[in-house]
């Protein structure tokens, strides 16, 4: 079993800055995958951004409307996702989950949300203009 643990949301202004952690913990090392989705009210969850761990930091993958505002990275060591969230606006107000997934899908293939087998709680992140 795998923990996720994500943390740093918070309120900002729009144009400002976050960056949010999840913590894994338990068997981490058969993990392929992490990712951050995000899921505003009345809205279906929505990936943000993925990357290829196992072994070393590989490959990203962004959703295209987050590509350049958002990057996503992971410590090794600290079994530690980030995601560094810059230019936020207020359609970025949501709730953010980190996802892991433990199986492999192929090079260059993305688990859809379904394939990620661990969930965090989430954090909330919420922008005012």
């Known amino acids: 079993q795998v923990q996720l643990v994500e943390s740093g949301g918070g309120s900002v202004q729009a144009g400002g800055s976050l960056r949010l952690s999840c913590v894994a913990s338990?068997?981490?090392?058969?993990?392929?995958?992490m990712a951050w989705f995000r899921q505003a009210p009345g809205k279906e969850r929505e990936e943000v951004a993925s990357i290829y761990i196992y072994g070393a930091d590989g490959p990203t993958n962004y959703a295209d409307s987050m590509q350049g505002r958002f990057t996503i990275s992971h410590d090794g060591p600290k079994n530690t996702l980030y995601l560094q969230m810059n230019s936020l606006e207020p359609e970025d107000n949501a709730m953010y989950y980190c996802?892991?997934?433990?199986?492999?899908?192929?090079?260059?293939?993305?688990?859809?949300?379904?394939?990620?087998?661990?969930w965090g709680q989430g954090t909330q992140v919420t922008i005012s203009s």
């Open positions: 338990g068997v981490t090392y058969g993990l392929y995958y």
């Open positions: 996802a892991a997934a433990n199986n492999y899908y192929g090079w260059g293939i993305w688990p859809r949300t379904h394939q990620y087998n661990y």
